[in-house]
T-cell receptor
């Protein structure tokens, strides 16, 4: 069964303290892996798509990487405005266009 | 990316009643989806809204409880029928433009509370 597991559940950082969020996945043929940011009371905001192992994408302080079993979202020198829940999701080659989401990592960045 | 709006943004409803949620996109899209996000949890796909035909439901979701319409390429509705407190959730519409990529973009959500 296709599955996505994110860790940690919650992460508290000081402003400027870099760290990484983990997304482990099990899928019968990966079509794509997605990262989203969700602020309280809002819909998820698309960040990145990764398609194959070794791929990396960057946006401001965020960098997403992908291996055959997991993805990392690296946050460099975070600011308080980076506080949000970060969601990882996968699509399988055999699942139509069904997207399976992980439970998310709640990130808190303190000034 | 497409601009997606949902109505209502929130509602408080009585047990046994029904609520219809609207999703409007500012451009034609290939795919439209409906998700549920229960308090403190992640997103669960309810169904894929198909234009001009019956929606495709995921395991655990049925048409009688969650009827869906998609009359054209920019609009869809989700009805939550015969509501109970367990239906209290955020309901999210998402869209994808498959001719471009598989990325999904989400609306702002509808926060539903059932008393």
């Amino acid at each position: 069964e296709d599955q996505v597991t994110q860790s940690p559940e919650a992460l508290r950082l000081q402003e400027g303290e870099s760290s990484s969020l983990n997304c482990s996945y099990t899928v019968s043929g990966l079509r794509g892996l997605f990262w989203y940011r969700q602020d309280p009371g809002k819909g998820p905001e698309f960040l990145f798509t990764l398609y194959s192992a070794g791929e990396e994408k960057e946006k401001e302080r965020l960098k997403a990487t992908l291996t055959k079993k997991e993805s990392f979202l690296h946050i460099t020198a975070p600011k308080p405005e980076d506080s949000a829940t970060y969601l990882c999701a996968v699509q399988a080659n055999t699942g139509g266009f069904k997207t399976i989401f992980g439970a998310g990592t709640r990130l808190f960045v303190k000034a | 990316s497409a601009v997606i709006s949902q109505k209502p943004s929130r509602d408080i409803c009585q047990r046994g009643t029904s609520l219809t949620i609207q999703c409007q996109v500012d451009s034609q899209v290939t795919m439209m989806f409906w998700y549920r996000q229960q308090p403190g949890q992640s997103l669960t796909l309810i169904a894929t809204a198909n234009q001009g035909s019956e929606a495709t439901y995921e395991s655990g979701f049925v048409i009688d409880k969650f009827p869906i319409s998609r009359p054209n390429l920019t609009f869809s509705t989700l009805t939550v029928s015969n509501m109970s407190p367990e239906d209290s959730s955020i309901y999210l519409c998402s869209v994808a433009q498959l001719a471009v990529n598989n990325e999904q973009f989400f609306g702002p959500g509808t926060r539903l509370t059932v008393l």
